[in-house]
């Protein structure tokens, strides 16, 4: 069974930083990503990792780093210079084989998801 635990969320101010992690069991995915959805919006791709590549959304780039350590089967994502418009819910997801560059992004690339860790981001 593929289980995918986020955790690390929470309140801070802006201008602050968090780090997120997902653990994952039952699988060693080699694609992986970070996305994010705000109350009354659609899910958006935040940041992807496949075979050691990277890529981010523009609204993250310079501010969030996405990284995997194998030896753990965790993904993370650090998040720096946080806004208020980084409110919303942080998923992860994954996907067993090689996931193209360019849709790192698209949450129809991913089977496998986690449950959610809230980040809060005031002014």
């Known amino acids: 069974q593929v289980q995918l635990v986020e955790s690390g969320g929470g309140s801070v101010q802006a201008g602050g930083s968090l780090r997120l992690s997902c653990a994952v069991s039952?699988?060693?995915?080699?694609?992986m990503g970070w996305f994010r959805q705000a109350p009354g919006q659609e899910r958006e791709g935040v940041a992807g990792?496949?075979?050691?590549?990277?890529t981010y959304a523009d609204s993250v780039k310079g501010r969030f780093t996405i990284s995997k350590d194998n030896s753990k089967n965790t993904l993370y994502l650090q998040m720096n210079s946080l806004k208020p418009e980084d409110t919303a819910m942080y998923y992860c997801?994954?996907?067993?084989?090689?996931?193209?560059?360019?849709?790192?992004?698209?949450?129809?690339?991913?089977?496998?998801w986690g449950q959610g860790t809230q980040v809060t981001v005031s002014s």
């Open positions: 039952g699988i060693s995915p080699y694609s």
């Open positions: 990792f496949v075979g050691g590549w990277t």
């Open positions: 997801a994954a996907a067993a084989g090689r996931t193209a560059l360019s849709s790192l992004l698209k949450k129809e690339a991913f089977p496998y």
